[in-house]
């Protein structure tokens, strides 16, 4: 995991699931970040390549609960 990605999600609510979002950046997949100037949350791309991560039930159920949190926050 690179630094960028750690201070990228410097936000309680990433903070809370950096171990499902770790895992999917290790994969280069995708990384879900935040901006804490524009306090924005964004998903960018990690590679160019071709990459997959599985996701497993868990994986969906807490991801699920991750975007929750985050529409919460951006309350509109």
């Not at 809370?16 to 949350?41: A, G």
């Amino acid at each position: 995991m690179t630094q960028t990605f750690r201070y990228e999600t410097n936000h309680p609510i990433l903070q809370k699931h950096l171990d499902l979002l770790s895992k999917i950046d290790d994969e280069k997949v995708m990384c879900v970040c935040y901006d804490k100037e524009k306090n924005d949350f964004y998903i960018t791309e990690c590679c160019d390549e071709w990459f997959t991560y599985h996701l497993t039930k868990d994986d969906c159920i807490e991801l699920s609960e991750l975007f929750k949190e985050i529409a919460e926050a951006i309350g509109t």
